[in-house]
DNA sequence: ACTTGACCTCAACCGCGGTTGAGGTTGGAC
DNA sequence: GTCCAACCTCAACCGCGGTTGAGGTCAAGT
């Protein structure tokens, strides 16, 4: 009893996560820098990753398809609880959250195609007036550079 | 009677596209650059836009404003005609393909949505089953380098 | 004729989301 | 103890969708 088992037995290596997420691991390696994932260092210097990661990264890859940029995924990954391994109501928090921006979105898309219908369909062609040149939905310019927007 | 107009009566230069379509005078002469729209240049080298150009640049924009690569827009785009100007018909057709894009697109994240909250709701965390980890739908690796996938 | 603002090109740079490769260590099996 | 695959870092590069700035030309008004 007292050779005291290590924590690392459900820990897994990069390559482990890689296969088991499909991930490259340069990209694991790329969202650790920028702080989406986090890891243990072995007295070697290798990456172990504790098994909450997996879901992590299952998230962010389901977040990404749908067009949410990684500063946006990386905020609400932050809700997650930091010393303690998440439980299910912190994921269900999180959930939830998403599902109110997916709406969101999906709401905006619907929107955009019923005035592509409606605008071009009907021959209004005119931009000063059409509901496609004119999009009610101010899209947050915020600064230079690639617009990113999460679509 | 025989001063015949000029025909650049209805032209416009790049300021005034700029002004009318609130795109940026360096988007417009990096969308030519790629082929998305065309000018006529004056005897001193300056662009002239004939008026559908506004249109098109109306286009581009919604498109991308829905996620998708410049790269496909400029596609549907070749559908329009090369020397007449298009008409209601000709934007209509790309109108109607855009239409079923976004349908596809908007059912996309439906089926996120309702993943997300089943998934996560349920508390069947095992990514092995979950619709979260394996989404069904393919989409379409093409090389390496960014993702971009309009989203 | 001259000024002034709008236009031109070209090259460099940006953020995003990564990949690739060189060169060096680790660690589990034999 | 030695081997080799798997790991490490760091720097450079990619495509995308542009912006910025330097340096030069054009055209409309006075």
Known sequence: MTH??????????????????GVPQSALRFYERQGLISSRRTSGNQRRFSRDT?????????????????AAIREALAVLPEGRTPNRADWAQLSEGWRKDLNTHIRRLERLRDNLTECIGCGCLSLDKCALANTDDRLGERGPGARGLGV
Chains 1, 2 share one sequence.
């Open 54 to 70: 997996l879901r992590r990264v299952a998230f962010i890859r389901a977040s990404q398809r749908v067009g949410i940029p990684l």
């Open 4 to 21: 005291h088992l290590s924590p690392r037995a459900k820990e897994a290596t990069i390559g482990e996560l890689s296969d088991r997420s």
